[in-house]
Structure formats: structure tokens, C-alpha cells
């Protein structure tokens, strides 16, 4: 567990272009700039495969901003992104400083020392270091991580957290006991939190569909994370007994919406299982 400073991030990343990243692929896929060769090749073979790939990942994103959004309108001040990825357009920082300017703080963890690095240096350069701190640590290596964000000295333990495991869960199998991690994140935060989860999954899908994404997730050993699909019911048990918000309830990325918020999703023609990621909302009673 490590916070990143400017030398070792510059580091870091020069040491991880020669191999496609997830992160950076993820990033490909929504249009952004934080890519490589090794990564835009390794995107278009899985689009080949899924040429839906790019609008899934928007359609992920645009929940997350959503979810963010909500927990907003919930009084929720304070962030935690687990499996935060690169802090690329849309992401927690900037959809919180929208809907409450100057009020939000967010701890940005990921299990990668090249996406930590991404996130240092690019919130470095939005002089955004203040209220927003990246850590590079393992969301399975709970109790140390739950440390090292509490020294940020971002997040007051009493007041309620927004803590956000969005396409993160489907690159750690069971025999990694991700539950037990989950629930030690559960138990930290006081009554008010609010969980978000989005996760892969082929429920619903016609056979055709589940085969190329079955591929793709496949693929991804070749990257630095392998990842896997899970059912609705699996994916509810992360949220422990946690009452989910109904409707929506479980439900493809662009179908989640609530009352209060800006509905942003395109699906327009495209069935909605194509976003190939099912996502939800719990709470803390």
C-alpha cells in the first residue's frame, strides 16, 4: 500500500507501455487520451469480437455518474472508489464537483501501481492533489488498505461514505474470497452509506452474445487482470444484507435510473443486455 509521489508514478508508467493495461483499454473504449499502442491494439481485437464494447464502457460510466449523483442527493460528501481505474472524463471528482462544488472529497484505490500512477500524475495536473488522493493498494488486502485511506485524513469515519466497486468485482474469482473483503468494507462505514456495484455478467443474453463476451473476459489474461462473468443472485450476495434501492433493483447499466436524477443513458435501438454489465445501489440502514 503506497501513496504515489511524482518520481515513482513518472516511473511506473514509462515501465508499462509495452503491455496492454486495463485500465488503459478502459480508457480506449470511452475515447480518451491515457493509452498506448500496446493498449489500442489489444481493444480493437476484443471489438473485432464485440463491436459493442466502446458504448458498454460509456453506458458504465454514465452509472457511475449517475450513482455518484445519487449518493449526492442522499447528503453523501465523501468517496471511496475501490478499483478506481484512470481518472479519466466522468469520473468521481469531476460529477462531484457539478452537483456540490468544493463539498466532496475522494479516495481513489487501485490495485495497479501504473493506475495509480495515471491518477497521480493526471490529478497532479489539474492541481486536484487537495481533495482527491490516489493509493495503490489491494482491495483484497483489506485491512491495511482501510489504514492506509484513513491516512489520507479525506474520509471522517462518522459521517456516511459513498463507496463505489464499479467493473472491478469481475476481475477477482471466488477462490480470492472477495466477499470477506467487501463485507470488511460493509462494517467500516457508519449508518447512511451507500454501496454501488456494477459487475459483468451474461444473464438474459442470447448464446451468441454470452460466447463473444465469454472470449473477451478470456482475453483479458493477456492484460495485467483475467476476469469472469456472475449471475444477478451472485452478485447481490456483495451487497450483504443491505437493502438494495427497488426499483431498479439489478439491472443492465443503462436501465439504472432513480427520480432526481439526469437521465443520461443512449440506449436508444440497442437492446440493453449489450451493455454486458449489471449494476446496483444499496444502503446502510
Not at 470477506?180 to 459487475?199: E, K, N, T
Not at 492484460?223 to 456483495?238: G, H, K, Y
Not at 434501492?245 to 436501465?255: D, N, S
Request: proline fraction near 6%; glycine fraction near 6%.
Amino acid at each position: 500500500m503506497r501513496a504515489m509521489s511524482k518520481d515513482v508514478a513518472e516511473r511506473l508508467l514509462s515501465e508499462s507501455m509495452n503491455k496492454a493495461h486495463e485500465g488503459r483499454v478502459y480508457d480506449f473504449y470511452l475515447s480518451g487520451t491515457s493509452n498506448y499502442a500496446a493498449d489500442r491494439e489489444f481493444a480493437k481485437e476484443q471489438i473485432a469480437r464485440v463491436p459493442d464494447l466502446p458504448w458498454a464502457a460509456r453506458q458504465n460510466r454514465r452509472f457511475l455518474g449517475r450513482a455518484v449523483q445519487h449518493m449526492i442527493n442522499q447528503g453523501i460528501r465523501q468517496f471511496i472508489d475501490i478499483g478506481s481505474g484512470l481518472p479519466t472524463e466522468g469520473n468521481v471528482h469531476q460529477v462531484a464537483q457539478r452537483f456540490a462544488p468544493d463539498e466532496c472529497r475522494v479516495v481513489y484505490v487501485d490495485h495497479d501501481p501504473v493506475a495509480s500512477a495515471h491518477s497521480y500524475l493526471l490529478l497532479e495536473g489539474a492541481d486536484q492533489l487537495d481533495r482527491n488522493r490516489p493509493i495503490n493498494g489491494d482491495l483484497l488486502r483489506y485491512e491495511q488498505l482501510w489504514e492506509t485511506i484513513n491516512d489520507t485524513g479525506l474520509i471522517d469515519p462518522t459521517e456516511p461514505v459513498g463507496l463505489l466497486l464499479v467493473a472491478v468485482l469481475h476481475f477477482l474469482p471466488n477462490d480470492l474470497n472477495p466477499h470477506q473483503a467487501v463485507a470488511f468494507y460493509r462494517d467500516q462505514v457508519p449508518a447512511g452509506s451507500h454501496l454501488a456495484i456494477s459487475h459483468a455478467s451474461v444473464d438474459g443474453m442470447p448464446q451468441e452474445a454470452i460466447d463473444a463476451l465469454l472470449a473477451v473476459l478470456n482475453d483479458y489474461d493477456r492484460t495485467t487482470a483475467r476476469a469472469l462473468s456472475r449471475t444477478r443472485p451472485e452478485i447481490r450476495e456483495f451487497f450483504g444484507e443491505w437493502p438494495l434501492l427497488e426499483p431498479p433493483g439489478i439491472v443492465w447499466t443503462p436501465e439504472w435510473t432513480v427520480d432526481g436524477i439526469e437521465n443520461d443513458t443512449i440506449v436508444g435501438d440497442i437492446d440493453a443486455y449489450q451493455s454486458q454489465i449489471v449494476a446496483g445501489i444499496a444502503h446502510k440502514p
